[in-house]
T-cell receptor, first 116, second 114 residues
Framework: EAQVTQNPRYLITVTGKKLTVTCSQN?????MSWYRQDPGLGLRQIYY???????DKGDVPEGYKVSRKEKRNFPLILESPSPNQTSLYFC???????????????FGQGTRLTVV | TQLLEQSPQFLSIQEGENLTVYCNSS?????LQWYRQEPGEGPVLLVT?????EVKKLKRLTFQFGDARKDSSLHITAAQPGDTGLYLC??????????????FGRGTQLTVWP
């Protein structure tokens, strides 16, 4: 089954304790991205990657890191989490056409992170 | 700054009613997508519109892309409780430094009561 898998689904952590949210897709998509979703603010892009070893900042990258060492994996790293990073996080992947045009985004089921 | 403005933010209606959700921008997009998100799940694509003036139908859902490719609407006929969810529009530029990026509106939370 084609899917984007995030882990964990739920996470409660303390301020300053490094954490990683994993994301894996089995569709051989070039494009992967991370979003956070907050009430009243919608989906905001954190980081994205056009392909292996190519990553770039989205609209709200502060406090986050990513890496793309393999095509299928795109982990999100919070080196020193703070309470304002409490949110619902989504990973997404998309195929890119030869023209580079964006197509459908496939989303994972989300990770609800609480930082206390 | 929000590139895409959706309205209304909340919509609560009775089963059988019709409704329209709007997605507006001052920017011209290469394409615009509509997603539906249910609680505890990620958004799922409903449709992509590419050509100005384009109309697409998906059963009781009708999507329209504005002639100038700056706005879009989603119309639902005879809404059902199963239509309940968060409806998101997302625009793509597909060129230059924005290639591959999707810009989302804040969403319209639709509740359809039996």
């Amino acid at each position: 089954e084609a899917q984007v898998t995030q882990n964990p689904r739920y996470l409660i952590t303390v301020t300053g304790k490094k954490l990683t949210v994993t994301c894996s897709q089995n569709m051989n998509h070039e494009y992967m991205s991370w979003y956070r979703q907050d009430p009243g603010l919608g989906l905001r892009q954190i980081y994205y990657s056009m392909n292996v070893e190519v990553t770039d900042k989205g609209d709200v990258p502060e406090g986050y890191k990513v890496s793309r060492k393999e095509k299928r994996n795109f982990p999100l790293i919070l080196e020193s989490p703070s309470p304002n990073q409490t949110s619902l996080y989504f990973c997404a992947s998309s195929p890119l056409r030869k023209t580079g045009k964006m197509t459908e985004a496939f989303f994972g089921q989300g990770t609800r992170l609480t930082v206390v | 700054t929000q590139l895409l403005e959706q309205s209304p933010q909340f919509l609560s209606i009775q089963e059988g009613e019709n409704l329209t959700v709007y997605c507006n921008s001052s920017s011209v997009f290469s394409s615009l997508q509509w997603y539906r998100q249910e609680p505890g799940e990620g958004p799922v694509l409903l449709v992509t519109v590419v050509t100005g003036g384009e109309v697409k139908k998906l059963k009781r859902l009708t999507f329209q892309f504005g002639d100038a490719r700056k706005d879009s609407s989603l119309h639902i006929t005879a809404a059902q409780p199963g239509d309940t969810g968060l409806y998101l529009c997302a625009g793509a530029y597909n060129r230059g430094s924005t290639l591959g990026r999707l810009y989302f509106g804040r969403g319209t939370q639709l509740t359809v009561w039996p």
